[in-house]
């Protein structure tokens, strides 16, 4: 059987979600993944690809994934800090693959700080 | 050190970025006859005078306040003189940076090529308002897309950054080097199941 994805199919997302464009739009909830050498090293691209495997298994489209470089604290990562609007910014550390859907549903879905894993909390 | 080379080159593409690339092309040289793998990242940022080009091999060297030492490019340095490669910066004061480095494929040491569909995805979603060119060269067969292309599908940048567009991208990636690698094996979906 072949089954390449080509261009086409592409092409072909774009116009069966109609959803897809509310992630870009502004006041959404944020995730930040620290994409520094040491994040890169301690695992930050495979959070990255679980955090982007979540989101679109549970179909959520407001909220946006950043990166951003590293931030002095090389040792706790990988690093994610959620956003939600109007609340502190929690970071996380020392995140695995593994404990990415628990920080979605925890904390993107129900609003629940995942206690085990922050590191700090900023305004 | 890094694990393999698809880290090493988002880390690279990183620096590329902070240095206010606007455009970053990443090419991938899988050389089976001459037995070499070479990486090459290409940036359109503000560049570096001779003197940064030297001190940026000494890990002692960052240009960052957050901390003081900058592992990217000594590691990616000492992985290519391990395995028998090339390395090199060539950069100029406004103009850009090309860093490359090459590995012999059959030194012990070489890091396997690792994900590099999720390197390019990274970036693209990391910095969607960024151009990438990303270009896998099989001896003599080459794969390549880059944002220019896939905007053009789209229509609307920002829809780079969706999860369901950004693992698109990935997969593209993934089947276009898997393509390549077995000879134009089309039996992509059977042979290399998530």
Known sequence: MKKITSLEDLRKIKEQSKDLTSARSGGKMRIIVGMGTCGIAAGAREVMTAILQELEKRGLTDVAVETTGCIG???KEP??????PGEPRTTYGEVGPGDVPRIIVEHIVNGNIVEDKVVGQTD | MLQDLSQYILDIAENSLKAE???VEIEVFEDTRGDLITLKVTDNGYGMDDEQVSAIENPFFTTRTE???GLGIPFLKQASDTCGGRFEIRSVKGRGTVVEASFKRDC???PPLGDIPATVMTLMVGWPERDFLFRFNFDDELFETG???LVQVLQDRSLLVTPEVALWISRYIEQGIYHLRTGGN???EENNQP
Not at chain 1, 79 to 84: E, G, P, T, Y
């Open chain 1, 73 to 75: 604290m090389c040792q």
């Open chain 1, 79 to 84: 690093l994610v800090d959620v956003i939600r």
């Open chain 2, 21 to 23: 690339a606007s455009r």
């Open chain 2, 67 to 69: 901390r003081r030492v």
């Open chain 2, 108 to 110: 012990i040491d070489c």
């Open chain 2, 147 to 149: 944002t220019e292309e």
């Open chain 2, 186 to 188: 089309e039996d992509f």
